[in-house]
């Protein structure tokens, strides 16, 4: 069973016996968080984990980096709803060998970031555990229901974009895990993009406030998150291998694994989203960072062609991470 199963499997359960009395989500489970009416507007809820051995390995860890990663990754997926965040809360397995000062190095690391976007880390829990693992839970807001990207919203003729460059987190791990090699120069920009990715809260807004609906952040690679979309919206998508923007380093270091890191890598955290044509005009011509248009949406649902520069389909091995 996969993962996605196992969630279609807890989704049917829940919604078994609907709640008495209490008002039902907007957005229940299935996007990139949770959407609830609140007395000002709509709110956001989400959670991830970073798990010892599955998200990283005790021989790397950086104790600063896992406390920024594990808030980034929560806050990129209110970042692909278009929110402002506003609490977290984070929970902690612990071996019993974790030395105090680590777990406060750690929790130095998530507050920088905190304090960077104004989300407040209001409490938490502790746990002993067999692994080091670190659970956050965080809130945000959204102006209304119409001011929210969703994964659902992808239609014919919309072109789908990236923001920043791809496949770097995914070289990063490869040198951690000593299976890549490089300069020092690049080895440093490729470790920093797998430890501390930067949240997109600024570009998430600037999509809603130019009418963009439609985006998911990217965790599991590229075509994976694409392939989340697409089911969500019911459509096909076709892409150009050529417009990818692979990130420089591992342009540079990837060798010809450089274009597989880009799409399945997974971890960049940056947003994917699709647009009216002259939406997207607008977009690129104002955003605040980088913004590449990869591709167009089509009505063939499920499809995805990825066509090298001569219009061959590509090859596509590796379709990006799974848990199960
Ligand atoms: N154990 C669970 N119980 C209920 N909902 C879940 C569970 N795990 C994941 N989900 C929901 O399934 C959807 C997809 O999850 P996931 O692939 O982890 O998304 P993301 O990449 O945004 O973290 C999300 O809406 C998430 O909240
Ligand atoms: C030791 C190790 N092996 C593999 C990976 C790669 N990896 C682990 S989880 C993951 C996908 C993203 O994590 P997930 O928990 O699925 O985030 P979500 O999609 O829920 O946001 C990737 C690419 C890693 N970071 N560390
Ligand atoms: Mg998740």
Known sequence: ?????????????????PPVGSELPFIGIGDDTAVFKSLRGYQLATMDALVEGVHFKKQYLDWTCLGWKALAVNLSDIAA??????????????????????????YRGMADLAAQNG???????????????????????????????????????????????LGAAAAGLKLLEG???????????????????????????QLVAHGVKCAIDISDGLLADLGHLLQAGNVGARL?????????????????????????????????FTAHPAV????????EC????????????G?????????????LNNRGWRHF
């Open 1 to 17: 069973m996969t993962e996605f199963e196992l969630i279609d499997r807890i989704t049917t359960e829940i919604n078994r016996i």
């Open 81 to 106: 709803m278009g929110g402002a965040p506003v609490y977290a809360l984070v929970s902690l397995g612990l071996p019993g060998d974790v030395a105090v000062e680590d777990v406060v190095t750690m």
């Open 119 to 165: 989300t407040v880390i209001a409490g938490g829990n502790i746990s002993r555990a067999g692994e080091l693992s670190v659970h956050v839970a965080v809130t945000g807001t959204v102006q209304s229901k119409s001011r929210v990207l969703l994964r659902s919203k992808a239609r014919t003729g919309d072109l789908i974009a990236v923001t920043g460059s």
């Open 179 to 205: 299976t890549l090699k490089a300069d020092v120069k690049e080895a440093d920009e490729l470790i920093a993009a797998f430890w501390r990715p930067e949240p997109r809260l600024t570009i998430g807004r």
């Open 240 to 272: 150009e291998a050529a417009r990818i923007p692979v990130h420089p380093a591992v342009a540079a270091v990837g060798g010809d694994k450089a274009l597989e890191l880009a799409i399945s890598g997974g971890e960049d955290y940056e947003l994917l």
């Open 280 to 287: 997207m005009g607008r977009v690129v011509a104002a955003a």
């Open 290 to 301: 980088k913004v590449t248009v990869i591709g167009v949406v089509t009505r063939d649902a």
């Open 303 to 315: 499809c995805l062609d990825f066509l090298e520069a001569d219009g061959r389909a590509a090859a």
